[in-house]
């Protein structure tokens, strides 16, 4: 059975919330100066000539109570933080660090507000919607053979499913700049990151100067709700890779995570049932 770390939320102060944020950003940054990793620097457009994976996603949802102009502002978000990244070269042993490319998201470099998830509640902040970009990358990143060294799952399951097609919690939260998103290169080929808008997508991609050897499906099990003694619900579920060879052949299954979220709505209405897939 499941062990999960998400007790009963506890309210902070936010003068607790901003000191801790504070500390935490520091220390990143100390450890960004003081480590031996070889932190990726290096941004190509060319593309390499194999494609790894691809996946796109859509830029604009419509969510009951959400404001469309937060959804604009996050597409200019992207666009700005989309400059930093895309092409980016890992050579083997590079580590990709999703904050210490981009920076800290300012309105001086151009962010404007958008959507945000503070502690279970939307809001809106300088920067809103870079999470989107994180998940993407996390997501076909699962689809490769580069190694992911560090991410952090969603602490709160805010929306109920609404045509979903990736398991629940295959996605990676990240805030400037303790919530990161690392990618290491353990491989001896390169590979390079392209992030592009195309139409109403953003769009992601992994490609490499050698072809694949490998396939991967990604796919859930265990997914359930619980309820709790404090009246809350959280949902779980792990989540595991299937790798086969490019000819079909079974190799191996990889478990990646598990995932454990406070739910912000009640999943047993009728409505929000919408997360049971035919093959459930």
Known sequence: MMQTDLQQPKKRSPLRIWSGTQVYTLKRRLEWMTDKRKYVSKQNAEPLPYLIH??????????????????????????IAIAKLNGAILTPNDVFSYWKMIGKPTKRKGYVDGMILHYGKVTSGIGGGLCQLSNLIYWITLHSPLTVTERYRHSYDVFPDYRRDQPFGSGATCSYNYLDLQITNQTAQTYQLLLYIEGDHLVGEWRSNIPNKEQYRIY???????????????????????VTSMNGTHLRNDFITENHAITMYDPFLPENTAYKKADS
């Open 220 to 242: 859930e099990e265990n997914h359930h709700f619980t309820r709790e003694w404090w009246g809350g619900t959280i949902r779980h579920n792990q989540i595991f890779r299937e």
């Open 54 to 79: 691809t996946h796109r996603t859509p830029l604009y949802r419509q969510l009951r109570d959400i404001d469309m102009d937060v959804q604009h502002n996050k597409v200019k978000n992207l666009k």
